[in-house]
T-cell receptor
Framework: GQQLNQSPQSMFIQEGEDVSMNCTSS?????WLWYKQDPGEGPVLLIA???AGELTSNGRLTAQFGITRKDSFLNISASIPSDVGIYFC????????????WGAGTKLIIKP | DVKVTQSSRYLVKRTGEKVFLECVQD?????MFWYRQDPGLGLRLIYF???????EKGDIPEGYSVSREKKERFSLILESASTNQTSMYLC???????????FGPGTRLTVT
């Protein structure tokens, strides 16, 4: 099936740094969702985006729905140790009423 | 808050055994999903259920079946477990007409 291109695959960052990750596709999406998965747990929804160009924040997290509707970005400002985990993007295609298309994830690791 | 629970966090089964994974949600959601998650591959949809007694194949249904006899419960069945079904299994639910899926904590299944 289809998959989103999510990058980077992993990131080593210092505490306090800002983080950016993105998802791209050749397809047009109606909705973008960003999830975080802690080790040994299920993904938890962070931010949902519904309109092209939309910019939405959730605390130190900010996500944007790309203007072409083919991409989305997630930024984390001033990272802290509890930001460690895997971040997934997921998109809803216009022609699908149930299935999300998932990125492979970005693993965030904080350098000691 | 949406609560999705899964019957086991960890499960070890032998090749050829029949395996049942149970998922229960308490938010009266119509739609429920089963995914498997493997490193580097993101989340892959196994089966989906629109409503009670309804099911639809996802991207990787081979070797699996499902049952939805009650709205709150969605079961994943491995008729004859094989070692290549060793994986993390995630259940999710969603309200009809929305896109956000809510996940359980996952079941890490090992088939030996």
């Amino acid at each position: 099936g289809q998959q989103l291109n999510q990058s980077p695959q992993s990131m080593f960052i210092q505490e306090g740094e800002d983080v950016s990750m993105n998802c791209t596709s050749s397809s047009i999406f109606n909705t973008w969702l960003w999830y975080k998965q802690d080790p040994g747990e299920g993904p938890v929804l962070l931010i949902a985006l519904y309109k092209a160009g939309e910019l939405t924040s959730n605390g130190r997290l900010t996500a944007q729905f790309g203007i072409t509707r083919k991409d989305s970005f997630l930024n984390i400002s001033a990272s802290i140790p509890s930001d460690v985990g895997i971040y997934f993007c997921a998109g809803q295609l216009g022609d699908s009423n149930y299935q999300l298309i998932w990125g492979a994830g970005t693993k965030l690791i904080i350098k000691p | 808050d949406v609560k999705v629970t899964q019957s086991s966090r960890y499960l070890v089964k032998r090749t050829g055994e029949k395996v049942f994974l149970e998922c229960v949600q308490d938010m009266d959601h119509e739609n429920m999903f089963w995914y498997r998650q493997d490193p580097g591959l993101g989340l892959r949809l196994i089966y989906f259920s629109y409503d009670v007694k309804m099911k639809e194949k996802g991207d990787i249904p081979e070797g699996y079946s499902v049952s939805r006899e009650k709205k709150e419960r969605f079961s994943l069945i491995l008729e004859s477990a094989s070692t290549n079904q060793t994986s993390m299994y995630l259940c999710a639910s969603r309200n009809r007409g929305t896109y956000e899926q809510y996940f359980g904590p996952g079941t890490r299944l090992t088939v030996t």
